[in-house]
């Protein structure tokens, strides 16, 4: 069992950027894969980025290339998302999710994660 919580959210003007941070507890956090999706309202929930259990291989969405860029570090537990560059249609609620799945690469299957944050809002202004 791991316990995740997303932080960093809030409100910004189009152009600005957040960092999200996710905080990951319980058992040993080096050995999960893990994911940041998106739900905006009355969309379904989407994958933004993806990182592998060393970092080694990426994965982001089409939406996010060249702006976003996640990361983590395991001797804190955290897995973080750097989001440059926001448009107003990256507003969404923002959620962390960590994968059991034994694999060297990141986990773009949104069915293979098992734990979920409660998840942090970001706004976007124009």
């Known amino acids: 069992q791991v316990q995740l919580v997303e932080s960093g959210g809030g409100l910004v003007q189009a152009g600005g950027s957040l960092r999200l941070s996710c905080a990951a507890s319980?058992?040993?956090?080096?050995?999960?894969?893990m994911g940041w999706f998106r739900q905006a309202p009355g969309k379904e929930r989407e994958l933004v980025a993806a990182?592998?259990?060393?970092?080694?291989?990426?994965y982001y969405a089409d939406s996010v290339k060249g702006r976003f860029t996640i990361s983590r570090d395991n001797a804190k537990n955290t897995v973080y998302l750097q989001m440059n560059s926001l448009k107003p249609e990256d507003t969404a609620v923002y959620y962390c999710?960590?994968?059991?799945?034994?694999?060297?690469?990141?986990?773009?299957?949104?069915?293979?994660?098992?734990?979920w944050g409660q998840g942090t809002q970001v706004t976007v202004s124009s």
């Open positions: 999710a960590a994968s059991n799945i034994i694999t060297l690469v990141a986990v773009t299957t949104t069915n293979l994660y098992d734990y």
């Open positions: 319980g058992r040993t956090f080096s050995s999960y894969a």
């Open positions: 990182i592998n259990w060393s970092g080694g291989n990426t």
